[in-house]
């Protein structure tokens, strides 16, 4: 299962100048691997505070796993997603 995932957060939960909440980010796809979870890309547009995602895992519990730590730092919209057959 390959997902898009658009992540927000607020001015007031950004991780920018947080050294605690970096790290339990860093952590979080420092070990995506141990929860079945690849992470394809990451791209970020800081001044919306937003990023978007391209992951994959088996199952979407794997997904929701991924985001447990991060959970309370803003909020995901996760899209299934495909790679079209013109694109294989």
């Given amino acids: 299962m390959i997902v898009h995932v658009t992540w927000s957060h607020s001015y007031e939960t950004c991780s920018a100048h947080d050294v605690e909440a970096q790290k339990?980010?860093?952590?979080?796809?420092?070990?995506?691997?141990?929860?079945?979870?690849?992470?394809?890309?990451?791209?970020v547009n800081r001044p919306e505070h937003t990023l978007f995602m391209i992951l994959e895992a088996d199952t979407f519990e794997q997904i929701d796993d991924f985001f447990d730590p991060l959970i309370e730092m803003g909020t995901a919209e996760v899209t299934p997603v495909i790679v079209p057959k013109f694109a294989q």
């Fill in 24 to 43: 339990i980010n860093r952590q979080a796809y420092e070990t995506a691997s141990e929860k079945g979870v690849t992470v394809h890309s990451i791209y």
